[in-house]
């Protein structure tokens, strides 16, 4: 594909769609908008900052879909700053959890949003260190021999936490409740792996909870309520960078100029119309996937990722990359 006004529009759409099926699939997003791109642009790359804007489409998504969950705790959050009572109540159930105690103050439903909130935060937490650390280290990592190699890590890690859940699914009834702070940030750590192209981070997340012992459900639904404020930080902060740069050279509509030996640089409405695609199909896709990957394990996705990497090796072996 060469620049035209309609192919950057169709590339666009492909990302967008691309972005929407696999962000929460175990195959990882940013590998597959990379190859893809990759392959039908013959070898040119979007760019880490564009793949993380578009990303913004399946936070909409996914904060539609647990719009339930947030809206609670959004209303929580909102009666601790009120009331007095709400707010020390809260401070105990915090501070309960932290302590690896498992007496708590308040209903069922007060108590699970309290540590629920919590669990979000100090799960991020990891990611954020991570990518301050190693940030550079990883967008410089987007060449696609490291990404398939990446995809073989990361389908090691999954591997894993699928052996180790089997091995420990007659101690999971006996599991705390709630994930401890411990379990939390080891979550939040493989979390913040997925900032290499090719781990996946549901993928990540998902497997370092079932090497815990935890439930499958349980699992994929921390991993995607999880998902929420890293795909907001990564966007929002990708989000400025775009904007910045945009208002230093000004891009609405696609020139042949952004497009380079390398690289692309999505014009401002076929950004925005990448966006929209992300949002309509990851959200068509959201409850089918939490249901499936709630079911079955995740082997069908480790074969896939290594026939991905091991033909990504080919193809550039034999210089087609």
């Not at 990379?34 to 790359?45: F, K, P, Q, S, Y």
């Not at 939040?188 to 079932?210: E, K």
């Not at 640089?265 to 959200?283: E, I, K, M, P």
Request: glycine letters at 6%; one cysteine or more.
């Amino acid at each position: 594909m060469q620049f035209s006004f309609l192919n950057e529009f169709i590339l666009a759409i492909i990302t967008g769609a691309v972005q929407g099926l696999t962000e929460f699939l175990p195959i990882s997003s940013t590998a597959h908008i990379r190859l893809i791109t990759g392959l039908i642009t013959n070898g040119r790359d979007i760019g880490l900052t564009s793949s993380n804007v578009i990303q913004l489409g399946t936070l909409i998504a996914v904060l539609q879909y647990f719009r339930n969950d947030l809206f609670r705790y959004i209303t929580r959050l909102r009666r601790v700053f009120l009331d007095k009572n709400t707010r020390n109540q809260f401070v105990y159930n915090v501070r309960a959890w932290l302590s690896n105690q498992e007496q708590f103050n308040g209903s069922k439903e007060q108590i699970e949003t309290d540590v629920n909130m919590i669990q979000l935060l100090v799960g991020t937490l990891p990611l954020i260190a991570i990518a301050i650390v190693f940030g550079n280290f990883a967008e410089a990592s987007r060449g696609l021999q490291n990404i398939a190699v990446y995809l073989l890590a990361g389908s090691v890690l999954m591997y894993f936490g699928d052996y180790m859940h089997k091995l420990a699914a007659k101690q999971q009834d006996d599991r705390p409740y709630f994930m401890t702070v411990g379990e939390v940030v080891l979550v939040g750590l493989f979390q913040s792996l997925a900032i290499f192209p090719g781990i996946s981070r549901s993928g990540a997340t998902i497997a370092g909870a079932l090497m815990l012992g935890r439930k499958r459900a349980e699992s994929v639904r921390f991993s995607f309520l999880l998902s929420i404020p890293a795909i907001f930080l990564a966007g929002s902060y990708d989000t400025i960078r775009y904007i910045i740069d945009f208002l230093s050279n000004p891009n609405f509509l696609p020139m042949e100029s952004t497009w380079t030996l390398n690289t692309i640089s999505l014009s401002l409405v076929t950004l925005l119309c990448a966006v929209v695609v992300a949002y309509l199909v990851g959200l068509a896709c959201l409850k089918w996937l939490i249901k499936y990957l709630s079911d079955n394990s995740t082997l069908n996705f480790i074969i896939y990722r290594v026939v991905v990497a091991l033909t990504i090796l080919f193809l550039v072996g034999i210089n087609l990359l």
